[in-house]
C-alpha cells in the first residue's frame, strides 16, 4: 500500500527525492514518516509530516539538508535530499501512522502501522 522510490546512486554534495505513494487506501488523515537503515546498523528515524503537513520532525543529522513534505491529494510524501553524505547512504523506508504526530513519538517505529518496501540511496565520496 506503500511505494517509494526516487533512490539512486549520487555523489557528495548532490541532491536526491524520494517519493512514498499510497494507493489502495487514503493516508490524508495519516501522519507520514521516512526511516532509513544503511548496512549492518538498526534502522533509524528520518523525517515526519503531521497529516495536515504543517508539524514537522526531523534527526539531528538531517536538520537543514532534508525536507519533508506531502502531496494529499495526490497521496504522496516526498523527502527532498540535498547535500547528501556517503553518511546518508541506506535503504530508505516511509510509513504511515493512525497515531496523532508530537515531538515525543514522531521518531518512534512502532507507532508507524504501514510501512513500504524501501528504496536504496547511495552517496559516493
Known amino acids: 500500500q506503500l511505494q517509494a522510490f526516487g533512490g539512486g546512486l549520487v555523489q557528495a554534495g548532490g541532491s536526491l527525492r524520494l517519493s512514498c505513494a499510497a494507493s489502495?487506501?487514503?493516508?490524508?488523515?495519516?501522519?507520514m514518516g521516512w526511516f532509513r537503515q544503511a548496512p549492518g546498523k538498526e534502522r533509524e528515524f528520518v523525517a515526519a509530516?503531521?497529516?495536515?503537513?504543517?508539524?514537522?520532525y526531523y534527526t539531528d543529522s538531517v536538520k537543514g539538508r532534508f525536507t519533508i513534505s506531502r502531496d494529499n491529494a495526490k497521496n504522496t510524501v516526498y523527502l527532498q535530499m540535498n547535500s547528501l553524505k556517503p553518511e546518508d547512504t541506506a535503504v530508505y523506508y516511509c510509513?504511515?501512522?493512525?497515531?496523532?504526530?508530537?515531538?515525543?513519538?514522531?521518531?518512534?517505529?512502532?507507532?508507524?502501522?504501514?510501512w513500504g518496501q524501501g528504496t536504496l540511496v547511495t552517496v559516493s565520496s
Open positions: 510509513a504511515a501512522t493512525a497515531v496523532r504526530l508530537s515531538r515525543a513519538v514522531a521518531g518512534t517505529s512502532g507507532i508507524y502501522d504501514y
Open positions: 509530516i503531521s497529516w495536515g503537513g504543517v508539524l514537522l
Open positions: 489502495g487506501r487514503t493516508f490524508s488523515s495519516y501522519g
